[in-house]
C-alpha cells in the first residue's frame, strides 16, 4: 500500500529520482568546472565559469539575480584563500541564490527549481569564432589562383607537395636547373 518513494523516505533511503537529480546536477557542475581549462580536473570550478553556469542556465535572469550577485555568491562561499569551489560549495552557492531568484517560493521549492534550471546542461558555445566561408576566403585559398614560386609548392588537385614544393631539391645530373634538354646528350652524340 505505501508507495515506494514514500517507504524509502520513511526508512531514510535517499529517493532515486533525488538522486539522479544530484547526478545531473554534479555532471553539470564537472562539465562546466572543465570548460575552457585543459588542466582541470572537474573537481573544481573557478569564477569565470561559475558566472558562466549562472549565466548559461538562465539562473541569472538580470531583475532578480545580476552578475554582481553571482560573483558576491562565490566569494561567499569559497574559502578565504582558495580561486575556486569545490561541489559543496557550488550547492551552498545555489542555496543562496535559489530563494533570490525564485522569491515566490519557499526556500526547499527554490532550491529545486534552481535544481532543474542547471540539471543536464552542458556549456554553450554560442558566439564562439567560427571559420568564415566566403567568397573572399575561397578566392584567396584556391591553389589554383597561384602564381610564382607558390604555385610550385601545391600540385594540380591542390594538395601541398610539402618539403618538395618549399625546397629546391639539387638533381646532380650535370644539367643547368630547369634545361628543357636535360638527358638528351647521349641521343645527340650517337645520331652524329
Known sequence: MWTTAFACVLEGIPNMAESTEMDQLLTAFKKFAVHGDTKATGKEMN????????????????????????????????????????????????????PKRFKN?????ALQSIYKLI??????????????????????????????????RFDESGKGKGKGGREEIVEHTGYVGAYKNAGTYEEKTKAK
Open 119 to 152: 540539471e543536464g546542461k552542458e556549456p554553450a558555445n554560442v558566439g564562439v569564432t567560427k571559420v568564415a566561408k566566403t567568397g573572399t576566403v575561397d578566392r584567396l585559398t584556391d591553389t589554383s589562383k597561384y602564381t610564382g614560386s607558390h604555385k610550385e
Open 105 to 109: 517560493q519557499s526556500k526547499e521549492e
Open 47 to 98: 569564477g569565470k565559469n561559475w558566472a558562466k553556469l549562472c549565466k548559461d542556465c538562465k539562473v541569472i535572469d538580470s531583475k532578480n539575480v545580476t552578475s554582481t550577485d553571482v560573483d558576491i555568491v562565490f566569494t561567499k562561499v569559497k574559502a578565504k584563500t582558495s580561486r575556486v569551489i569545490t561541489y559543496e560549495e557550488f550547492q551552498k552557492a545555489l542555496e543562496e541564490l535559489a
